[in-house]
């Protein structure tokens, strides 16, 4: 995509992920920029080991190799800003009401996922924290699904594409492009702390968790409250019976609006 990093596109019909892919061309030097997109992914990831799906020719599958200058404590925000470069994107093809779904879902007003990201890390041995990798991919349901029957069961009611919100069939290169250019502007904001504030705001401006009801799952269990806030680092405030509680990482399910 001219006038921006992502100059080295590489196209698969088919590939097992994109995200492992690129994870692998890091490991052998490639240096940032390159971007892997696929027509079909025989084993595309999902976080904490779930599977994401699409047919073949159907959705964006697209993974970026990036080697953001960001400490560890702000590579949360390197996805969001992917998030944030689709929700753009996505709103140049006409969708409205399009939101993030806490951290990086990209969801429809009524709460359906249209996209989801994953961000992958490769440290490296002996790390340069600053230096070091992140592959981060994301899925946008551009054409498929096409009606609430085309889904599987365990995702009926759940998904939702693009095409279903705008009423016509979507162009994944003009898709993929948007996003590119979307993207270009946010990979240069994680560089600053005035960038990484902007990248918050335009967050927490975009956040439909925010207000409300969410159950929280994390690695050491769950909790339940009241979603209030986005902080300044970019991490979930939830209200609870037993305090204020900050969120740095976990699945978030919305409930209900907030009380
Ligand atoms: C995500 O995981 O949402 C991250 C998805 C990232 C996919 C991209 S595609 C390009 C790149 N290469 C890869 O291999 N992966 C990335 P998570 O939050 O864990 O959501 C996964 C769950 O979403 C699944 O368990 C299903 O319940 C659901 N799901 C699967 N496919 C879906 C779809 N097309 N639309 C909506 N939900 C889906």
Sequence with gaps: MPGTRFTDIRRFATIDSTNRYLLGEARAGTPEGAVA???????GRGRLGRHWEAPPGTNLLVSVLLRPQVTVADRHLVPTAVALAAVE?????????????WPNDLVAPDGRKLAGVLAESDLGAGSDALAAAVVVGIGINANWPTDADDLPPELTGLAVSLRQLIGRPVDLDALLDAFLLALEPRVEDLTTATGRRALVEELTSTCDTLGTRVRVELPDGTLEGDAVGITPEGHLAVRTPNGDRTVVAGDVIHLRPGS
């Excluded at 997109?37 to 084993?43: E, K, T």
């Excluded at 140049?92 to 779904?101: D, L, M």
């Design 37 to 43: 997109v696929a027509d079909y992914q025989s084993a």
């Design 89 to 101: 994107a996505i709103r140049g093809f006409g969708a409205t009401g399009v939101g993030i779904k």
